[in-house]
């Protein structure tokens, strides 16, 4: 039997202080059996998706409930029939220290503005071990995407993206 075609995940992350690039670090250290290329928003053309089969945005939450800029850039500009062909999922930088009420706000927007465009999106988790009053990114219960909190639970980043890249794992199977 000829071996199945490895699949290519693409991470395209918006980053003003580092730790959404750290952990898209992380996601490709753990994600083994994948091929995994890293892309800061401020520097990728849009075109880049093209090349692969599961786009993994990473975004920061900054102002009060903002998107990461560079980010936003990124998906203004990117072909919409193009992104929804592709498997998506998501992961949230954010503070439930000091923005209790905007926490990961900009994981909520950055799934709203793709759930528009029709796109698949996996990788959804309990809001369970984290302390926050109000967050966008809480959709039916659940938060959207994987969400890290390097100012005050930075401890808990490694096991959460190991968890959440065996569950991605499964979920792309099936
Ligand atoms: C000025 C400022 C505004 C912020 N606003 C929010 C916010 O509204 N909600 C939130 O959850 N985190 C907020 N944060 C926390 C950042 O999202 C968090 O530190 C994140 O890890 C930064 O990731 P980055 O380095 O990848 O940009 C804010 C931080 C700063 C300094």
């Known amino acids: 039997m ?9 991470i395209i992350f918006g980053s ?18 994948f091929e995994i290329e890293l892309w800061d928003a401020a520097h990728a053309n849009p075109n880049i998706i093209e090349q692969y089969d ?11 409930g903002d998107i990461q800029e560079d980010l ?3 998906i203004d500009a990117v072909d919409v029939d193009e992104l929804s062909r592709k498997t998506i999922a998501l992961y949230g930088l954010g503070d439930q220290g000091t923005y ?3 926490f990961v706000d900009a ?25 926050f009053d ?8 659940e938060f959207v ?16 993206v190991k968890n959440w890249v065996e569950q991605l794992k499964n979920e792309l199977n099936e």
């Open 145 to 160: 995407g994987l969400v890290i909190d390097e100012d005050v639970q930075p401890g808990l980043t490694k096991e959460r």
């Open 100 to 102: 209790r009420e905007s």
């Open 16 to 33: 003003s202080t580092g730790n959404s690039e750290n952990v898209a670090i992380l996601l490709q250290q753990s994600f083994t059996g």
């Open 134 to 141: 109000q967050s966008e990114a809480l959709v039916n219960g």
């Open 54 to 64: 599961m786009i993994i945005f990473g975004v920061s939450t900054w102002g009060i």
């Open 107 to 131: 994981l909520g927007k950055i799934y709203h503005l793709l759930n528009k465009m029709n796109c698949r999106i996996i990788g959804k988790c309990s809001d369970e071990g984290y302390q």
């Open 2 to 10: 000829p071996e199945a075609k490895q699949q290519k995940i693409g």
């Open 72 to 74: 936003t850039e990124f």
